[in-house]
């Protein structure tokens, strides 16, 4: 593995979202010594928090899978995830509702989704789901180390005997048709191909190793942490500072100065110049491009993964039939991921993921009053509306949304609602995320493994990416990675790998990091 040369003394880490945070504990637990500096008011990055009037809203991801990833973060400098922030097993981690009025509990215990297929679909069905089950675990022993917690010199590290068994378990063929292979039922197999939409691709066209993506969603489990995603980052920095690193808010990077290939100093737009041994860079890519005065060649232009708008609403009810995490699907499909990845046309028949984060925590709300999330996926800019567009686009679009949300059963949401903030691909451009996208450069395969932006700058001696940009790519648990992979560029260690499973997570008997209601 190819690592950053000369002195690593004294590391700076732009950026302290989730990958920042991760590789900061990293080379704090191999001796670094580490400056942080992030431009807004505190941690989180994409997993940050809004005040609503009395309610707390979490800006970014809401579901959290693979929590031993953080773990391994918080291991590196002696301490344990379950010190800091209290995380709550969603049981069931899904409930998916369908155009035709049924509905499915996704459970992660293998038994009890078994005996859920059976009642929905029948014993054909629950059989299928068993050997699906047991596909996707050998799917993700198979890809893990290999080909996800890794970092890529050379495409020729492919050539492993890996790769050959990644081949035979399937992984190479169409998403889709892998998973029609086990469950006939069109709505099971939506429920275990949905996952697709996180790297950017449609699940026709998904390579089958994206399968893995499901494998974490619906075997290894779903938590949520008390206070809400934000109270991770926050957990995270809160440990990152008692481990000796310096954290600084409000800091936002103007220039990198360099002298003969390497990076000597970060430069505030205050003026402030920081020197460093080395820096690690987690913002955007074309930000991080920009601060590196240009961006790498490649055969063909980045693709960006769909966009999203998102409705937080605080209401005054809420409805029995809702989940923690409810999927509702639309009777469309194909052509669904036809209008957000080819013709850019806002979704006819929308598929909506709805988070009620009061379900486990009715601190983030007034008494007596719910927390809603509305995730509905749109086209980026590049194929879509244009940023601007949605100045005008977005009102009506949450109108329609609402709309849509009655007529599928919730009665009364619009007159229910008492805070809202709407967030739109205009926001997200305003954020400077690329295409007007949260989710990135999507997992072409053109855009995966060692053909994804590389962690490392080509001449510069001591400067490392890390962030949904680059390897291994888009999602909490693979950013929590990326740090980790960023770190070992620097250090030149290879922390172990993580246990496939469910950790042994003990409810803290006083939670440090959980219920902060800090809205920065």
């Known amino acids: 593995m190819r690592t950053v040369t000369g002195p690593t003394d004294h590391v700076v880490v732009v950026g302290a979202g989730l990958s920042g945070l991760a590789c900061a504990l990293h080379l704090l637990g191999a001796g670094r010594r580490v400056t942080l500096v992030e431009r807004d008011a505190g941690p989180g990055g994409r997993a940050g928090r809004a005040g609503l009037g009395d309610y707390l809203v979490d800006t970014g991801p809401t579901v959290l899978t693979m929590p031993h990833l953080a773990d391994e973060a918080f291991a590196a400098v002696g301490e344990r995830l379950d010190r800091h922030v209290e995380l709550v097993a969603l049981h069931p981690a899904y409930r998916a509702g369908f155009a035709d009025g049924s509905s499915l509990d996704v459970h992660t215990d293998g038994d009890a989704m078994e005996a859920e297929v059976r009642r929905f679909a029948g014993p054909a069905e629950a059989a299928g789901y068993r050997r699906l089950r047991t596909w996707l675990e050998r799917l993700y022993r198979a890809q893990m180390r290999r080909f996800i917690d890794t970092n890529f010199d050379s495409p ?3 050539a492993h005997p890996d790769l050959a068994r990644l081949a035979v378990l399937g992984g190479f063929g169409r998403l889709d048709g892998r998973i029609g292979r086990f469950l006939s039922d069109a709505r099971l197999r939506r429920v275990f191909s ?11 066209r998904a390579l089958a190793a994206y399968a893995v993506i499901a494998y ?10 008390k206070g809400g995603m934000h109270a991770l980052p926050r957990a995270m920095a809160d440990v990152a500072a008692g481990a000796g690193a310096e954290l600084r808010w409000s800091a936002e990077v103007s220039a990198l100065e360099r002298t003969a290939g390497r990076v000597r100093a970060v430069r505030l737009t205050t003026g402030e110049r920081i020197p460093c041994d ?22 063909v232009p980045l693709r960006h993964s769909p966009s999203a708008v998102v409705l937080h609403a605080g209401t ?7 989940a923690h995490h409810t999927l509702s699907f639309g009777a469309a499909w194909e052509r669904t991921f036809d209008e957000l990845m080819r013709s850019g046309a806002l979704m006819s028949d929308p598929s909506l993921l709805i988070t009620r984060p009061t379900t486990h925590d009715a601190s983030l709300a007034p008494p007596g009053r719910h927390l809603h999330y509305v995730l509905a996926p749109c086209p980026n800019t590049a194929v879509g509306p244009s940023a601007a567009a949605w100045r005008d686009l977005g009102p009506r679009y949450r109108d329609s949304l609402v709309a849509e949300l009655e007529r599928r059963g919730l009665d009364g949401f619009a007159d229910s609602v008492e805070e809202e903030l709407l967030v739109t691909p205009l926001d997200w451009t305003a954020q400077g995320h690329a295409a007007g996208s949260p989710f990135s450069v999507s997992h072409t395969f053109a855009q995966t493994g060692p053909f994804r932006p590389r962690n490392l700058v080509r001449g510069l001696d001591n400067v490392v990416l890390a962030g949904c940009g680059t390897t291994p790519g888009v999602g909490v648990p693979t950013v929590l990675i990326s740090g980790k992979l960023a770190a070992a560029r620097v250090t030149g260690g290879r922390a172990r790998a993580p246990r496939a499973g469910r950790p042994p997570y003990r409810r803290p008997s006083t939670p440090t990091g959980a219920g902060a209601h800090d809205p920065s």
Not at 216 to 225: E, H, S
Not at 278 to 299: I, K, M, Q, S, W
Not at 316 to 322: G, H, K, S
């Open 156 to 158: 020729l590290q492919l």
């Open 194 to 204: 949905f996952q697709a939409l996180y790297a950017g691709v449609a699940p026709a």
């Open 216 to 225: 974490m969603d619906t075997v290894a489990g779903v938590w949520f942490p």
């Open 278 to 299: 080395a820096v690690v860079l987690t913002c955007e890519l074309p930000v991080a491009h920009r601060l590196l005065g240009r961006a790498p060649r490649r055969p």
């Open 316 to 322: 005054d009810r809420t409805w029995p039939q809702l």
